[in-house]
């Protein structure tokens, strides 16, 4: 019987999601032991290192619709691209995602203790960069379910959102214009 249908598959994605929060947690937690003061600058590299990660998959993924979109449904075509939306966003967007909260909300409390309009606006950037995740990670059940309803025009006008947010973004976190 096939795991979403049994449910074991959203079992193991959620054993999946609470080892991956604790091996953070424990690897955040021995940083600090054993860097200390130091923690801040490994902090930021981990948040860069995790932005760039999450950009990546945000990035990638609406081109894969794109190309999704032309394949027939049920074809080994769009099942091989089942299992790759399937996979970036659990394997590389989702985690990414939550370490680049984690290690930015961490930085904005430590470094900035939340002050300056720049902060703030890049905070109001990231929540809408999220709810463009949350968009696409609506989009991966769709597909897996062939019910996608948009063309690839769309996927293509979609695909550039990230980038004029990551641009907003980037600007704000350099310049500090305010």
């Not at 604790?22 to 054993?34: P, R």
């Not at 929540?127 to 996608?148: I, K, P, Q």
Request: charged share 15%; net charge positive; proline share 3%.
């Amino acid at each position: 019987m096939d795991a979403r249908v049994t449910g074991t598959g959203n079992n193991r994605a959620l054993v999946r999601a609470v080892l991956g929060i604790a091996i953070f947690v424990v690897l955040t937690a021995l940083l600090f032991l054993v860097v200390g003061d130091g923690a801040y600058a490994w902090i930021k590299a981990i948040h860069v290192i995790a932005v760039i990660s999450w950009m990546a998959g945000m990035l990638y993924l609406p081109r894969l619709f794109v190309y999704h979109t032309g394949a027939e449904p049920g074809s080994v075509q769009s099942e091989t691209f089942k299992v790759m939306e399937r996979r970036l966003l659990r394997a590389i967007i989702n985690p990414a995602m939550v370490a680049t909260w984690a290690a930015g909300l961490w930085l904005a409390w430590r470094g900035f203790a939340f002050q300056g309009g720049w902060l703030h606006a890049k905070i109001a950037l990231v929540l809408l960069m999220s709810g463009m995740h949350g968009y696409l990670s609506a989009a991966v059940r769709r597909f897996a379910e062939d019910r996608n309803e948009k063309p690839a025009r769309h996927w293509r006008i979609v695909n550039e959102i990230p980038t004029l947010l990551m641009i907003a973004i980037v600007v704000l976190v350099i310049v500090k214009p305010f």
